[in-house]
T-cell receptor, first 113, second 113 residues
Framework: NAGVTQTPKFQVLKTGQSMTLQCAQD?????MYWYRQDPGMGLRLIYYSASEGTTDKGEVPNGYNVSRLNKREFSLRLESAAPSQTSVYFCASLFFGDSYGYTFGSGTRLTVV | DAKTTQPPSMDCAEGRAANLPCNHSTISGNEYVYWYRQIHSQGPQYIIH???NNETNEMASLIITEDRKSSTLILPHATLRDTAVYYC??????????????FGTGTRLTIIP
């Protein structure tokens, strides 16, 4: 099925561990985004990639790195996880000029202990 | 992007129309009004969008005031499955890819049996 696929769906990390959240879309969309959502809060943009080969910081980039591997894939890396990074992470994609909105993945629930 | 203001919560009886208001008094002429909803911590789902004219699709209707400073999302016959957090967002539709959604805290709509 077409859409945005995120892996893993759940993850528990110890403080200081690293991990990469994977995101892939099969809709030939140009732009991809990583958001985090803390309990009771709206979504906050971490990083985005307007096109293959480009990435830019969003509202809360500290502690994260991203890679736009190709047009389909956009990964988010936590180099040294901290409890403050416990959150639900959503990936989204958008086609240039697509006025019908963004497509979101189902999220990765990350707990850092 | 213009900021939006929404009530934090609303209730609506099942089968009745749910009217969700949004204030965007600083909206610019080239900014669209978008509505998304998030059901039970799933990824946000696109509902509808508009620029000036009222819009309707299979999910909802969007009424935008003539001065474009506010809008109302209407779910004509609310069901229990419409219980969700609804986000009103304004964004510029551009072809440059450097567009990013800014989510507030939205309106938590509860449909009452």
């Amino acid at each position: 099925n077409a859409g945005v696929t995120q892996t893993p769906k759940f993850q528990v990390l110890k403080t200081g561990q690293s991990m990469t959240l994977q995101c892939a879309q099969d809709m030939n969309h140009n732009s991809m985004y990583w958001y985090r959502q803390d309990p009771g809060m709206g979504l906050r943009l971490i990083y985005y990639s307007a096109s293959e080969g480009t990435t830019d910081k969003g509202e809360v980039p500290n502690g994260y790195n991203v890679s736009r591997l190709n047009k389909r894939e956009f990964s988010l890396r936590l180099e040294s996880a901290a409890p403050s990074q416990t959150s639900v992470y959503f990936c989204a994609s958008l086609f240039f000029g697509d006025s019908y909105g963004y497509t979101f993945g189902s999220g990765t629930r990350l707990t850092v202990v | 992007d213009a900021k939006t203001t929404q009530p934090p919560s609303m209730d609506c009886a099942e089968g009745r129309a749910a009217n969700l208001p949004c204030n965007h008094s600083t909206i610019s002429g080239n900014e669209y009004v978008y509505w998304y909803r998030q059901i039970h911590s799933q990824g946000p789902q696109y509902i509808i969008h508009g620029l000036k004219n009222n819009e309707t699709n299979e999910m909802a209707s969007l009424i935008i005031t003539e001065d474009r400073k506010s809008s109302t999302l209407i779910l004509p016959h609310a069901t229990l499955r419409d219980t969700a957090v609804y986000y009103c967002i304004v964004r510029v539709a551009s072809n440059f890819g450097n567009e990013k959604l800014t989510f507030g805290t939205g309106t938590r709509l509860t449909i009452i049996p």
